[in-house]
């Protein structure tokens, strides 16, 4: 389809002149000296003119019509208040009321139009109103068009209008036969609800569709926050609809979606990211990163998938998160619905970190607003020399100090303390139950109250009264309906064993190694995240901790008495069989 049918080549048929008149002051554009003549045309066809006059002290001896002017060629027709002819040059000037309408429904008006026959160039000048047959305007104050190219442009600025949007630019270049337009410096293209802002891009009448090829931000009006930041892709103006292939960034609900490669549709909310991606929440103080990961705008969650890891920025101690998959997401508060509150979950193989707890699970959920976070499926948390097990573990954080404050286990808890650290030996200080509650004081786990089936293995020392030196007394065995104990340093005090209580402490010659460890007991080093860069991998698959029994005193009372009862037997007589 063609905008634009141009000006004519106008042969004189009229009055010969007399004398050579003064050739035409062509616009720079049409200042070709190179430029070849081409085969003669067909005849002007003049439909209307009032006058057609050739004065030497008129447009320099050329011959013009004047009043009501309207001249057909092939179908066009220009229309005027003046057209100047300039029969040695192959070339016109139309002035005032210019408009030139063509077969295919296409109409542009100006003040002026100047057309070179030879090189099939033209140009409409002041107040220049393009109008397709599709609905499409262009104004501005100079067009250039070029038949041969099927091509026109304007660098004066000006605005295009397809009844949908309207865009801005400095320079636009319309390729005729693919309706497209390339546009750049300042560009703007704006309709109801969206505005595109950008350096360099191209759009497609017929499509709709827009490529960007330079910085372009694509903002929502009704929320200027919400936008798109881009330096290559493409944009559909009609289904709202973003494919971003280069420095891209979806802003929404104060949060920030990178990634290689990414998609959005501003009408859905929906938007995926592929590699690099980084999910943002400046709000939160948290991002997330993985391969891969979508959003739901309108629903206001994510989900990253390919080897995710969130990282909870604090002020003093942040927690790292990482799993198969992470989701995010807000919901609103049920206490003041104006508010939100922001969660984060964790599935399949579950690992987090933070400086004072470590701890694996296969999900663990975490509400950030209110510090809690929920470890389920075969729970571990580590603490200092100190690990904690059960069916489910529960962390309450203090917001305010970014501490844990306490640890409620659920089902099969069971809490295991290293008696010292700063050796190999195979003692450890041990509590379990059927719930548990974990109070943290400084960071560091301090008490542990313990309901149902309550019991406890305590390795308990003395001080010399001479050296001063803890002395080792013995193993403490304790069973009762509720325990409270102590974490203190490396010991663990019982400071209560109620209901149906027990309590039994054994020298260290008098109880077996079987007896010093739950049969549950599972202190796991090998799996322990130890730095933040542990949770990238599924376990850091740590050398296992090869650990020292110290049973010299019950082995050698144990022999002690295994000799005595040999010499017993020895004693007692024999019967023999006659």
Same mark, same amino acid.
């Given at each position: 389809?063609?905008?634009?049918?141009?000006?004519?080549?106008?042969?004189? =048929?009229? !009055?010969?002149?007399?004398?050579?008149?003064?050739?035409?002051?062509?616009?720079?554009?049409?200042?070709?000296?190179? /430029?070849?003549?081409?085969?003669? $045309?067909?005849?002007?066809?003049?439909?209307?003119?009032?006058?057609?006059?050739?004065?030497?002290?008129?447009?320099?001896?050329?011959?013009?019509?004047?009043?009501?002017?309207?001249?057909?060629?092939?179908?066009?027709?220009?229309?005027?208040?003046?057209?100047?002819?300039?029969?040695?040059?192959?070339? /016109?000037?139309?002035?005032?009321?210019?408009?030139?309408?063509?077969?295919?429904?296409?109409?542009?008006?100006?003040s002026e139009m100047e057309y070179d026959g030879n090189t099939q160039k033209g140009v409409a000048k002041k107040n220049v109103v393009l109008n397709d047959p599709k609905g499409t305007v262009i104004k501005t104050e100079t067009l250039y068009y070029d038949r041969l190219a099927n091509q026109a442009y304007y660098d004066t600025g000006g605005t295009i209008n397809d009844g949908k949007s309207v865009t801005?630019?400095?320079?636009?270049?319309?390729?005729?036969?693919?309706?497209?337009?390339?546009?750049?410096?300042?560009?703007?293209?704006?309709?109801? &609800?969206?505005?595109?802002?950008?350096?360099?891009?191209?759009?497609?009448?017929?499509?709709?569709?827009?490529?960007?090829?330079? #910085?372009?931000?694509?903002?929502?009006?009704?929320?200027?926050?919400?936008? !798109?930041?881009?330096?290559?892709?493409?944009?559909?103006?009609?289904?709202?609809?973003?494919?971003?292939?280069?420095?891209?960034?979806?802003?929404?609900?104060?949060?920030?979606?990178?990634?290689?490669?990414?998609?959005?549709?501003?009408?859905?909310?929906?938007?995926?990211?592929? $590699?690099?991606?980084?999910?943002?929440?400046?709000?939160?103080?948290?991002y997330i990163k993985g391969g891969y990961g979508e959003i739901y705008e309108k629903k206001d969650s994510s989900m990253i998938t390919k080897s995710p890891y969130a990282i909870k920025i604090l002020e003093k101690d942040s927690i790292y998160f990482a799993s198969e998959k992470i989701l995010s997401y807000q919901r609103p508060d049920s206490a003041d619905i104006t508010k939100k509150k922001s969660f984060?979950?964790?599935?399949?193989?579950?690992?987090?970190?933070?400086?004072?707890?470590?701890?694996?699970?296969?999900?663990?959920?975490?509400?950030?607003?209110?510090?809690?976070?929920?470890?389920?499926?075969?729970?571990?948390?580590?603490?200092?020399?100190?690990?904690?097990?059960?069916?489910?573990?529960? =962390? #309450?954080?203090?917001?305010?100090?970014?501490?844990?404050?306490?640890?409620?286990?659920? $089902?099969?808890?069971?809490? !295991?303390?290293?008696?010292?650290?700063?050796?190999?030996?195979?003692?450890?200080?041990?509590?379990?139950?059927?719930?548990?509650?974990? #109070?943290? &004081? &400084?960071?560091?786990?301090?008490?542990?109250?313990?309901?149902?089936?309550?019991?406890?293995?305590?390795?308990?020392?003395?001080?010399?009264?001479?050296?001063?030196?803890?002395?080792?007394?013995?193993?403490?065995?304790?069973?009762?309906?509720?325990?409270?104990?102590?974490?203190?340093?490396?010991?663990?005090?019982?400071?209560?064993?109620?209901? $149906?209580?027990?309590?039994?402490?054994?020298?260290?010659?008098?109880?077996?190694?079987?007896?010093?460890?739950?049969?549950?007991?599972?202190?796991?080093?090998?799996?322990? !995240?130890?730095?933040?860069?542990?949770?990238?991998?599924?376990?850091?698959?740590?050398?296992?901790?090869?650990? &020292?029994?110290?049973?010299?005193? #019950?082995?050698?009372?144990?022999?002690?008495?295994?000799?005595?009862?040999?010499?017993?037997?020895?004693?007692?007589?024999?019967?023999?069989?006659?």
């Open positions: 389809m063609k905008i634009f049918c141009f000006l004519l080549i106008f042969l004189s =048929a009229l !009055i010969s002149a007399q004398g050579k008149p003064t050739p035409p002051q062509r616009d720079a554009f049409l200042q070709n000296k190179s /430029a070849v003549k081409s085969a003669p $045309g067909k005849k002007v066809k003049i439909i209307n003119a009032d006058e057609i006059i050739k004065d030497p002290a008129m447009y320099d001896g050329n011959q013009y019509l004047k009043g009501n002017v309207k001249i057909e060629h092939q179908g066009s027709i220009l229309s005027a208040d003046i057209v100047v002819l300039y029969e040695e040059e192959n070339f /016109a000037k139309a002035i005032g009321n210019s408009r030139l309408e063509n077969p295919d429904g296409s109409v542009i008006t100006s801005y630019s400095k320079t636009a270049k319309y390729f005729l036969d693919s309706r497209t337009i390339d546009l750049s410096g300042r560009v703007k293209i704006e309709d109801k &609800e969206y505005t595109l802002e950008g350096d360099n891009v191209v759009q497609n009448q017929n499509t709709n569709v827009v490529t960007i090829n330079g #910085y372009t931000v694509i903002t929502n009006k009704k929320n200027p926050k919400n936008k !798109i930041i881009t330096e290559k892709g493409t944009h559909n103006m009609n289904t709202k609809e973003s494919f971003l292939t280069k420095n891209s960034r979806i802003y929404y609900n104060d949060k920030i979606l990178t990634g290689d490669e990414m998609y959005y549709n501003q009408l859905s909310g929906f938007g995926t990211a592929t $590699g690099n991606v980084t999910l943002d929440d400046p709000l939160e103080k948290r984060l979950r964790a599935f399949k193989k579950a690992r987090v970190y933070k400086s004072n707890a470590q701890g694996r699970a296969d999900s663990i959920a975490f509400n950030e607003t209110d510090g809690i976070m929920h470890m389920y499926t075969d729970p571990i948390l580590w603490s200092d020399q100190k690990q904690v097990t059960g069916d489910k573990v529960e =962390a #309450y954080f203090n917001t305010s100090n970014e501490n844990i404050d306490s640890l409620k286990v659920i $089902g099969n808890a069971l809490a !295991i303390s290293k008696v010292d650290s700063l050796n190999l030996k195979d003692e450890f200080n041990q509590v379990k139950g059927k719930l548990m509650t974990v #109070y943290y &004081e &400084e960071g560091k786990i301090k008490q542990a109250k313990v309901i149902g089936n309550a019991q406890a293995i305590s390795y308990v020392d003395d001080v010399d009264s001479k050296t001063k030196q803890p002395v080792r007394t013995g193993i403490n065995l304790s069973s009762c309906g509720i325990i409270d104990a102590l974490f203190e340093n490396q010991a663990l005090y019982i400071l209560s064993c109620n209901i $149906g209580a027990t309590d039994d402490l054994y020298p260290m010659s008098m109880i077996e190694p079987a007896k010093r460890k739950f049969p549950d007991f599972n202190w796991n080093t090998k799996d322990r !995240i130890r730095k933040w860069q542990d949770i990238l991998v599924d376990t850091p698959n740590y050398e296992e901790i090869k650990y &020292e029994a110290e049973t010299a005193l #019950y082995d050698n009372a144990k022999k002690i008495i295994d000799d005595a009862k040999a010499k017993e037997e020895a004693k007692k007589p024999k019967r023999v069989r006659k």
